[in-house]
Nanobody, 124 residues
Framework: QVQLVESGGGLVQSGGSLRLSCAAS????????MGWFRQAPGQEREFVAG????????WYADSVKGRFTISTDNAKNTVALQMNSLKPEDTAVYYC?????????????????WGQGTQVTVSS
């Protein structure tokens, strides 16, 4: 059974930074694409960022491109999301997810394991 545990959420002022981390266990981490999603109150969960199994390819939602960076440490089975220049509209519960395969994935149905989420709140 795969377990994903996020950490690093919190309260930050607009323009600030936070770094989220996700620790994975249960199956060979480096074989699968990893992603971050978020869900704001009253809204559907949306894709934020993804990274290929090798870490060589990354892709982002337009809303975070240039501000967020996803990275992976296969030796430690962790994936991180560095969030800079945060805006109030980035406020959401952020979820780490592991895809069914190793390719480009940005839709929820392509991910079959999810963490419990971590709250990020950006004050104006």
């Amino acid at each position: 059974q795969v377990q994903l545990v996020e950490s690093g959420g919190g309260l930050v002022q607009s323009g600030g930074s936070l770094r989220l981390s996700c620790a994975a266990s249960g199956r060979t981490f480096s074989y699968y694409t990893m992603g971050w999603f978020r869900q704001a109150p009253g809204q559907e969960r949306e894709f934020v960022a993804g990274i290929s199994r090798s870490g060589g390819s990354t892709w982002y939602a337009d809303s975070v491109k240039g501000r967020f960076t996803i990275s992976t440490d296969n030796a430690k089975n962790t994936v991180a999301l560095q969030m800079n220049s945060l805006k109030p509209e980035d406020t959401a519960v952020y979820y780490c997810a592991q895809a069914r395969g190793s390719g480009y994935s940005r839709y929820q149905y392509e991910y079959n394991y999810w963490g419990q989420g971590t709250q990020v709140t950006v004050s104006s």
